[in-house]
């Protein structure tokens, strides 16, 4: 994958699915936009970055994804450092705590913050970006919403409503998208291999349920850096064809 003179954005670029996809990208010569919430762990995530490639051209803006104007000043902030975007990676989780279980224990309050920053910050994120990627000739965005918006599952009302909606904007929104030049896709796991999971899987409120959904991916969980690869791929040019796609990835542990 040769992405020399392309330019990226990748939102949650601290966490482990964010930095292994700029790490990628960066690694095929594209410049590189770590962005997060907190300022100190993307300046230390993007100094890693550095130590692991040393030729990667990367910067650090810190911006929460969930407020328009900050996603403004993200794209702007952007553009002035390397000229163009031509891809958006949208790795910043959205907040599940709280919102998984029946539907009738969960909090009303959390909704609109839920709302926020699991449909609105996509939403946000693209409508800032699309003038710049028109401005560059086309470029590619890709979500990381989950197959809890494919696949209806006890416990998962609320968690599944809001991936399902980002699915379905993405999909639409490649239809507009597309006479730019720009494509829409999104990257959906159900569990990903990480320390994390195996920590939950030990213990906790969900840890009989995960180990019995995990156990039915006969083909293993993929792992961030896998992730990262698809990502990395759907930005590239020899996936200049595929747009509106939802690309499941989860081991066979289902087949929507």
């Not at 690694?27 to 995530?45: I, M, P």
């Not at 086309?138 to 979500?143: Q, R, T, V």
């Amino acid at each position: 994958m040769d992405l020399e003179g392309r330019s990226a954005i990748v939102t949650g670029g601290a966490g482990l699915i964010g930095f292994e996809t700029a790490l990628q990208l960066a690694q095929a010569g594209a410049t590189v936009v770590l962005n997060g919430r907190d300022a100190a762990r993307c300046e230390a995530a993007a100094e890693r970055l550095r130590r692991e490639v040393p030729v990667a051209l990367v910067v650090a803006i810190a911006a929460d994804v969930s407020d328009y104007a900050m996603c403004l000043d993200l794209v702007a902030r952007s553009e002035a450092a390397f000229g163009w975007v031509d891809f958006l990676i949208h790795c910043a989780l959205s907040p599940n705590a709280g919102l998984s279980g029946p539907f009738e224990t969960t909090d009303p309050a959390l909704y609109a913050a839920l709302m926020q920053q699991a449909i609105c910050a996509p939403m946000y994120l693209a409508r800032a970006v699309l003038p710049a990627m028109r401005r560059a000739g086309g470029g590619a965005i890709i979500a990381f919403p989950s197959d809890a918006g494919k696949v209806a599952a006890p416990n998962q009302t609320m968690v599944g409503a809001t991936r399902a909606a980002v699915m379905m904007f993405m999909r639409s929104l490649a239809l507009e998208a597309s006479a730019d030049g720009v494509r829409c896709n999104c990257i959906a796991p159900t569990y990903v291999d990480t320390p994390g999971l195996r920590e939950a899987m030990q213990s906790g409120p969900h840890a009989q349920r995960m180990a019995k959904a995990v156990a039915r991916a006969m083909l293993g969980l993929p792992t961030p850096k896998e992730l990262a690869a698809l990502a990395l791929f759907l930005s590239s040019p020899a996936a200049k064809h595929i747009t509106g796609q939802v690309i499941s990835v989860n081991g066979g542990l289902s087949a929507a």
